[in-house]
């Protein structure tokens, strides 16, 4: 196993870092093909040290040990198990590309009982087949699963009818005790970087729920009356303390969830290319001109492969294996690799 440290392989400083999200690359492909990005100056030693290859394992089996766990994630799940008493219903966001590792398993406990919706939010960036195959397995565990797509709008106008489905009885209860258009509180929970907050924003219609590309945004818990009837809770992500599985740290930290200065970025981007390899994906392969015989590659070779076909060169032709790996995942996350989906039910 390796140990994480804010350095990358070549003990240097991570100075560059994905913007995490749908953004795409701060260094993409609207960057000219054989522009470099500005950096420092540097000695040549230090231009010396960077064009050696880092100790990256060849195995698919070397695994980095990810953890991010916020003092203030502590104190989010504290104040939410006092909020639950004020909501009749919990609506958790989930990404569709990862529905297992992004689902925190003490959010399902900590919820138990009360209604819930699950938004299989970026269902756009997933595979639609694998979707699909996930909104049937959830409705099996008496819960009502709608694919939507936070940024477009996809699917968010289902959430309402299905709300008022859920609720029906509770619903039609408070109207037989005398009560006119009862309001419904829903709470909004998932982990970091899912998308409650562009969810709130898209069904308000008013951008009063702050978002970005990037884990950790939302603080505080916040109401928003989104419809007639119903009202919202606004609360910030929540990672479990531990990955008990390091693939599920992984998958996280490919798509975003996980902020990026506690990861490896070029041994991460390894890690993905050990899963895009294995897929083909057309787009994946159209992207960075890769051939049958470069697939066969192994994957720290493919990135220098990719640093070179897009003209990513340090002193003395050496592939900038760091900045293929920035791109990569950037990339990935915005899906111009494909629509692709990691985890099937």
């Known amino acids: 196993m390796a140990n994480y440290k804010n350095t990358n392989k070549r003990g240097r400083s991570d100075s560059r870092k994905p913007s995490g999200g749908r953004s795409g690359a ?29 100790d990256i394992p060849q195995s698919s089996e070397h695994n980095q040990i990810i953890q991010w766990y916020p003092g203030h994630m502590t104190k989010t799940k504290r104040r939410m198990e006092k909020d639950l008493k004020l909501v009749d219903a919990v609506a958790e966001i989930i990404d569709a590309r990862i529905p297992v590792s992004s689902r925190n ?34 409705n099996t565990e008496n819960v009502r699963a709608i694919p939507v797509d936070c940024k477009s709008g996809r699917g968010v106008d289902k959430f309402a009818p299905a709300l008022s489905a859920l609720l029906h009885d509770r619903i039609e209860s408070y109207k037989a005790k005398g009560m ?22 898209r069904i308000s219609k008013k951008n009063k729920a702050v978002s970005a590309d990037r884990p950790g945004v939302t603080r505080g818990n916040q109401w928003f009356t989104v419809a007639k009837g119903f009202e919202m809770l ?40 050990d899963l895009l390899r294995e897929l083909k994906t057309p787009e994946f392969k159209d992207r960075y001109k890769l051939t049958e015989d470069d697939l066969t590659l192994q994957s720290y070779e493919l990135l220098e492969r990719i640093a070179r076909s897009r003209g990513m060169l340090i002193s003395g032709g ?17 899906a111009k690799l494909g629509r692709i989906t990691l985890e099937l039910p």
């Open 26 to 54: 701060r260094m993409n492909a609207k960057t000219k093909k054989a522009e470099k990005p500005s950096k420092p100056l540097q000695s040549k030693a230090q231009k010396t040290q960077r064009a050696k290859k880092p």
């Open 105 to 138: 398993p003490d959010l399902a406990s900590l919820t138990s009982g009360k209604p819930r919706i699950v938004l299989l939010n970026k269902c756009d960036m997933a595979d639609s087949r694998a979707t699909a195959k996930w909104v049937e397995h959830l």
């Open 180 to 201: 006119v258009n009862p309001t419904m509180r829903v709470m909004i929970v998932g982990i970091p970087n899912v998308g409650k907050s562009t969810f709130i924003n």
């Open 234 to 273: 606004d609360t910030p992500g929540v990672l479990w303390p531990k990955f008990e599985d390091q693939t599920v740290g992984e998958r996280l930290a490919f798509t975003g969830a996980v902020k990026s200065d506690v990861m490896d970025t070029e041994l991460l981007a390894v890690r993905l290319l």
């Open 318 to 334: 050496e592939p900038d294996t760091e900045r293929a790996a920035y791109t990569l995942l950037d990339e990935f996350r915005a």
